[in-house]
């Protein structure tokens, strides 16, 4: 059966909140799932013209936390709302703090949050490299200092359903489960 390549399923596709702040210094967020680790300290989101997109190309900065299983309601809500006709951080309940690093909020319901100076915005194309500064990971979601997913629990877009689902466990390991086909 041949399906829509509209809706092509590309997966997985992560759940980035975007935080940002106006030129008021009101805290912005929105949803987006096209985005990759584009290299080492480095983060690349493909995003259309939105509030937050205007405001990080005024203030060069911002920032990207991974919505999780507890988050997504308000995950899904920064995706179906305007920043440009309510401030959707006070409508959805959430707490903020600027930043120690960049010129952006940082969602503190959120586990996980990269901290982002703009390194290029590409208005034709609306693609958004980020050079990530810092991270910030709560204590709840670290095993012997590093961030488990198990515990985290991030959560994915799926397009062919238009869901979200979590993703799962290890099934494998990296740089070492094919060296045994190398012998």
């Known amino acids: 059966m041949e399906l829509s390549a509209k809706q092509s399923v590309i997966t997985p596709e992560g759940v980035f909140i975007i935080g940002s702040y106006d030129e008021n210094g009101v805290p912005n967020a929105m949803n987006a799932a096209w985005g990759i680790q584009s290299d080492y300290g480095e ?33 899904d809500y920064f995706g179906v709302e305007t920043g440009n006709r309510v401030n959707k951080i006070e409508k959805a309940g959430c707490h903020v703090h600027k930043s120690a690093h960049v010129n952006a909020p940082i969602i503190e319901e959120y586990p996980l949050t990269l901290e982002c100076e703009m390194k290029s915005w590409d208005d034709e194309t609306g693609i958004l490299v980020g050079k990530i500064v810092s991270e910030q990971a709560d204590e709840s979601i670290l095993t012997d200092g590093r961030v488990d997913l198990d515990k985290m629990q991030p959560i994915m877009f799926d397009i062919a359903t238009s869901s979200y689902r979590t993703i799962g466990p290890v099934v494998g390991k990296a740089f070492h489960d094919g060296l045994a086909l190398k012998k």
């Open 43 to 75: 983060i690349t989101l493909f995003l259309a013209k939105h509030k937050t997109t205007d405001n990080i190309k005024k203030t060069k900065a911002f920032t990207v936390a991974m919505a999780t299983k507890d988050t997504v309601v308000i995950s």
